[in-house]
């Protein structure tokens, strides 16, 4: 496999970058232009000695802002593990350098885009979760790895990696164009990964847990639902478990993602917006197409909808029955499983009726399987694609169980777990399972939905507790603010980072950036201020009788409530709206 560099030396002039590859043996070093911003190959006799001289730790890509192209790189990164003896990294730290040497050449109004963007682009590059590898492609399962051709051994990186999962695949479209200069660039996964070694029966193994987020309909909670018209679904996220013995290796993998048809759930001040199915659209189109994928990459799918069937929640159940149904497709099964119904009043023992009536489908899917020389000797056929409302709190709960029957078989097969016992008497391993899983779905929930997830008291112990309800209260009011009032502004910064907004400098005037407010958006909340303050007022500074005080009291009480109703009304107005992509195409 064609490897990429993995150290390097930042040579910084005024006209030029030179990047050289620090690795043993290595003699090239990578220029760009910054005036031309051309990238070539040339040798280290070439670097002249004026430059500034940095280490970095690789190159997460270039994008064009409104001061011109900006170099991102990644100035630290942390050690995560070793898998089947390749490093696994963890981008920590990122630098972005302008190619311009000034920006005295931009208008005032330019200079407050520029700065804009570049606070969405460290938005992105600041939300934790990026993972590489220079001599491993993390973004394909054990599984895919498994059934490839020689002549995608002989690939780069970049040109073999699942496209779903690089996160850097805009950022490094310059270096697509050029394969010569691949080397110099590897795919970076967002998500989470963990890497732990274990010890059960004194025999020490590896165990590995990794999600990958898809880049495709990547977004926020409220504002990217449902799934576009090529079928990708929001929230998208694939999870591996991956256990290794004695040279012999067994994975595990399930999906999660968005129900697959066209709905929307627009933030617009209420705690819970009630969602939206379009009625404009043909669902069955993009349904069909978002399966089609599913069933050819993963094979047979098991649908877990965990919504509620009742309130807002069900006509998205029922239309999420009758599209599967409508289909008629015998590679697609739908459970429905009403896990806030089941698990009420902290009956989370119930939990164990959908594992027990999956059970005999995972053990028909299995798990892939390599024995220590190399062999397959078991392949996963199918998977299970769970999903509740954001894919996050639910959905974990649900796979971490599914997970763990399946490492029950796994190690039994390899000889870690003897006849009869049982994973969950094995306290330490434990431990280590329901905390790392706890910390996965901690890191979906806040690429997704801003905040660490709910509900992984359960997770990290196996019961809910007081404490874990008070938590999930919290979590829940500082969800509500995110994603009320800086949401939009998030989801901005993932359509910029991805290219699927792309700033176009060479165009003077007014960016999407500058969408002026209407007049109700400063005045209301101003008036509701005033009237509540001088309700305040009128109860601490008490007239002469009691009836005028409670006029004035009324009146002003009765101001701030009435503005208080009509700022709720027009909720959609005061939220943080996103501006570089249109509604129409997020939808």
Request: proline share 3%; charged share 20%.
């Amino acid at each position: 496999m064609a490897t990429a560099y993995e150290r390097f030396n930042l040579h910084a002039t005024p006209e030029k970058f030179y990047i050289e590859a620090c690795d043993d043996g290595s003699n090239d070093v990578l220029v760009i232009d910054r005036v031309s911003t051309e990238m070539t190959l040339t040798g280290i006799k070439d670097i002249p000695p004026s430059g500034v001289t940095r280490p970095i730790c690789g190159i997460m890509g270039t994008i064009r802002l409104v001061a011109g192209m900006y170099l991102i790189v990644i100035t630290r990164k942390r050690k995560v593990g070793n898998l089947f003896g390749h490093t696994v990294w963890k981008a920590v730290e990122f630098d972005m350098i302008s190619y311009k040497k000034t920006i005295l050449h931009l208008t005032d109004s330019q200079m407050q885009d520029n700065k804009t963007f570049l606070s969405m682009i460290n938005s992105v590059l600041n939300t934790d979760g990026f993972y590489f590898c220079t001599d491993y492609d993390l973004t394909h399962t054990q599984q895919r790895l498994a059934n490839t051709s020689p002549d995608f051994q002989e690939m780069s990186l970049l040109e073999r990696a699942d496209q779903r999962f690089v996160w850097n695949g805009y950022l490094l479209r310059d270096f697509f164009a050029q394969p010569e200069l691949q080397k110099f660039a590897f795919p970076v996964v967002h998500g989470f990964i963990a890497m732990k070694p274990c010890c059960i029966n004194g025999k020490i193994f590896e165990w590995i847990l990794i999600s990958r987020r898809s880049c495709f309909r990547a977004g926020v909670r409220y504002y990217v639902r449902g799934i576009d018209s090529e079928g990708h679904a929001a929230n998208f996220v694939e999870t591996e478990q991956i256990v290794q013995y004695n040279n012999s290796r067994a994975a595990f993998v399930q999906t999660r993602g968005s129900m697959p048809f066209f709905w929307s759930q627009r933030p617009n001040l209420k705690y819970k917006p009630k969602p939206q199915i379009s009625g404009t659209t043909n669902h069955l189109d993009g349904f069909q197409r978002h399966f089609d994928s599913q069933v050819l990459i993963y094979g047979k799918q098991v649908i877990l909808n965990l919504v509620n069937q009742k309130g807002s929640e069900l006509p998205l159940e029922q239309a999420f029955a009758k599209l599967v149904n409508t289909m008629e497709n015998g590679m697609i099964k739908y459970i429905a499983f009403d896990f806030h119904k089941e698990c009420s009043k902290m009956r989370w023992h119930r939990l164990q009726i959908l594992v027990d009536a999956v059970a005999e489908m995972q053990d028909e899917f299995g798990y892939f399987m390599l024995n220590s020389d190399g062999r397959v000797m078991s392949e996963q056929s199918g998977t299970f694609r769970s999903n509740c409302m954001d894919c996050l709190d639910r959905t974990n709960v649900i796979q971490s169980l599914l997970a763990r029957r399946s490492l029950q078989s796994q190690l039994q097969r390899m000889g870690v777990l003897h006849v009869g016992q049982k994973i969950e008497e094995q306290a330490d391993f434990e431990k280590i399972y329901k905390n790392a899983w706890a910390d996965n779905a901690n890191a979906c929930a806040k690429q997704y939905a801003g905040t660490g997830a709910l509900k992984t008291d359960f997770t990290r112990t196996g019961k809910r507790t007081q404490w874990g309800l008070v938590m999930d209260g919290w979590n829940s009011m500082i969800r509500y603010y995110k994603n009320n009032f800086s949401d939009g502004f998030r989801q901005d910064s993932i359509d910029l980072f991805l290219g699927n907004y792309t700033v176009d400098e060479s165009v003077e005037g007014l960016t999407p950036l500058r969408v002026q407010k209407d007049w109700k958006f400063l005045t209301l909340p101003i008036v509701m201020l005033v009237a509540f303050s001088m309700c305040i007022i009128c109860l601490l500074l008490a007239g002469d009788t009691w009836t005028e005080t409670l006029a004035y009291v009324l009146f002003w009480g009765t101001a701030s409530a009435v503005t208080a109703a009509v700022i709720l009304f027009n909720g959609k107005e005061f939220v943080d709206a996103p501006k570089l992509v249109q509604k129409e195409k997020m939808d």
